[in-house]
């Protein structure tokens, strides 16, 4: 057999090894990881497993640090305890008529606990200036001035930009520029005005003569034209979407120019906090405080149940200065509209899906953790907030879990921690120092991608945990997971170094030995496997021209083209071509419209690499 039809046969395979369909292999995979553990909790674990109970199953207890002296023994237990934890509701059954009904009394009860902080601290602040004698309150709002500086609408509006998902007027999958820049936008009463005056900053919006004056923010603007029209809405619209097999999570989808103004008020907060070394772009500075207080126990991890949520009106209005508050408050939806189509007037700040609310947040939290620590007059100022992961010094703790309290949020215990090895913020988990962050089976293993990212991901954790040299039990789990789920020619012919994607098996130098890159290129080769998208059906759509067709088309590169500038075979391209229609929206979007996203195939290909990072040894 030449060449040529080897590769010809190999395509073949590949084809017909990417359609292939399997019964889902999740619990066989967690019963296997589980035969890792040899203590009491490991033996139930692996009851709970057989009994193939998926309720039990995703709400079993993780174990207790205090208990463990070993970080080995920790990390392997502790790996059971999350591996199917976040499995989505297609892989366990869940019904999801009673998953999205969670969600919602879970929605509900935090409108309960809003209403009652909006009261409690409206009689408690009820005479005025009675907030200037509360130390916590008094410090949090002179920080949060100082932060954030004087508003500016001309710096807001250079941050000004549309989402990338559903807005009130468009559904997920027309939710590319080129639509949120067409048709009569939607926007509330209160940002009606605000909203005209962004669509005139637009060329393609902007009416020929227009003269607008800015405002104060307490002030109406001066606008000089009535022909250009919005179309107004009462609120966002409340609705859920798939979280894990416990419940769903609340959404509210915001007016487009609603969230066109709220992002570039995020913007700007962002880079005020950026000021004061809070950068919300990297989660690094959460997770190496976490790695310190492991390591110490000088420091705390505090962790909020639905943060977002539970930020009352009462609160945004007692600690940020009134220009801002403004703002904020012309740009958010004031009511919802439920599934039933009821609308409720939110005693929440702001929901989930509004621009600004992980910034206003982040802010907030920040404040409240430094007045705490300087009230206190404690040596370490160390502070860490990443939205509601919060890490202060232990001696702190409990006077920051009064004030959240105090200010109506709800510390979650079974995150939080502030004694023993074992800290967590920002989805690195630490313990005495060590890294056993686990990693979770999120969809069922049906298919290649997921298969690779299975064993993929079980060796990634394997040379974490055990530092490089991975003893031979866990080793054989390896082995024994790998050619439960791979077919063995794929072991041999498809190995590539981590940081790659997950389209190959990921190995060590020495387990792949690579040939040389030719042609004088520095680094090595190796085959990869690579999504090829299949034949599509096109469908005429109506053309479009100038600054409109460079948005479609922009976004049509980034749709046909998953990998675009990512590494090849990355897992944001595999998890995006192994998506059905509804869950990938479906269409793509140009003058000529792929309808039809077909099956997952692949092909193979030569990998260049510059690096070859190992991923562990066996210690035999």
């Given amino acids: 057999m030449n060449k040529r039809q080897l590769r010809e046969q190999q395509r073949r395979q590949l084809y017909q090894l990417a359609g292939r369909k399997t019964s889902d292999r999740s619990l066989a995979v967690a019963s296997m990881i589980g035969s890792l553990s040899k203590t009491s909790y490991g ?44 499995m989505s509701p297609a892989g366990t059954g869940a019904d999801p008529e009673v998953l999205r009904g969670v969600a919602l009394a879970k929605f509900a009860d935090s409108e309960g606990q809003c209403r009652d902080t909006n009261q409690r601290l409206t009689q408690e602040f009820s005479r005025l200036g009675s ?66 005056i962004a669509i005139s900053l637009i060329k393609p919006w902007q009416p020929d003569e227009l003269e607008i004056t800015w405002p104060e923010c307490e002030t109406e603007p001066t606008i000089r034209w009535s022909d250009r029209k919005v179309n107004l809405v009462v609120g966002n619209r409340i609705t859920t979407v798939p979280k894990t097999a416990k419940t769903d999570r609340v959404i509210a989808i915001e007016p487009c120019m609603n969230m066109y103004i709220q992002k570039g008020i995020g913007a700007v907060i962002r880079s005020r906090l950026r000021r004061k070394g809070l950068e919300l772009n990297d989660q690094r500075i959460n997770q190496r405080l976490s790695r310190d207080g492991s390591m110490d126990g000088s420091l705390a991890t505090v962790d909020l149940s639905s943060a977002s949520d539970t930020i009352s009106s009462k609160v945004v209005e007692l600690l940020l200065p009134p220009d801002w508050y403004t703002a904020l408050n012309l740009t958010r939806c004031h009511y919802g509209v439920e599934l039933s189509g009821n609308v409720i007037r939110y005693q929440k700040f702001s929901t989930m899906g509004n621009g600004f609310t992980f910034e206003l947040e ?37 006077s920051l879990t009064y004030t959240l309290t105090r200010f109506g949020f709800t510390q979650n215990a079974k995150k939080s921690y502030a004694t023993g090895p074992f800290r967590e913020s920002c989805g690195k988990h630490w313990f005495n120092g060590r890294d056993v962050s686990p990693f979770y089976i999120r969809e069922g293993i049906e298919d290649v991608t997921r298969e690779l990212l299975c064993v993929n991901n079980f060796r990634r954790w394997a040379n974490r945990v055990f530092n490089s040299f991975i003893p031979p039990r866990v080793w054989d789990v390896y082995v024994a997971l790998r050619d439960f789920l791979i077919p063995e020619d794929w072991v041999k012919d498809n190995k590539i170094p981590d940081g790659y994607g997950d389209l190959g098996l990921v190995t060590s130098f020495t387990e792949a030995l690579p040939q040389r890159a030719r042609h004088g290129l520095e680094g090595w080769e190796c085959d990869s496997l690579q999504l090829s998208p299949p034949p599509r059906k096109l469908v005429k759509a109506r053309r479009v021209n100038g600054e409109s067709l460079l948005a479609k088309g922009l976004m049509l590169q980034e749709i046909n083209n998953p990998e675009g500038s990512r590494m090849p075979g990355s897992r944001e391209a595999t998890l995006y071509s192994s998506l059905g229609p509804e869950e990938s929206g479906g269409e793509t979007y140009s003058d000529q419209i792929p309808i039809d996203q077909g099956k997952l195939r692949l092909k193979t290909s030569k990998l260049l690499v ?9 210690l035999i």
Avoid at 610 to 618: K, M
């Fill in 362 to 398: 982040s802010l907030i939290f920040w404040a409240l953790c430094s007045a705490v620590v300087d009230n206190l007059s404690l040596g370490d100022k160390r502070i860490g907030v990443y939205g509601d992961d919060l890490i202060v010094s232990v001696a702190a703790y409990e």
């Fill in 610 to 618: 510059a690096r070859w990072e190992d991923v562990g040894f066996p």
């Fill in 131 to 196: 907030a200037e004698f509360d130390p916590i309150v008094k410090s949090a709002r002179r920080k949060i001035a100082k932060c954030l500086g004087e508003f500016s609408w001309d710096e807001v509006s250079g941050h000004f930009r549309h989402g990338k998902h559903a807005s009130t007027r468009l559904s997920r999958r027309k939710g590319d520029l080129y639509y949120k820049f067409g048709g009569l936008p939607d926007t509330t009463v209160m940002c009606e005005t605000l909203s005209k």
């Fill in 43 to 86: 033996e139930r674990y692996r009851e709970v497993v057989a009994s193939g109970n998926w309720e039990e199953i995703v709400r079993y207890p993780s174990p207790r640090p205090d208990d463990y002296v070993s970080h080995e023994v920790f990390a392997i237990d502790y790996l059971l305890s999350e591996l199917l934890s976040k």
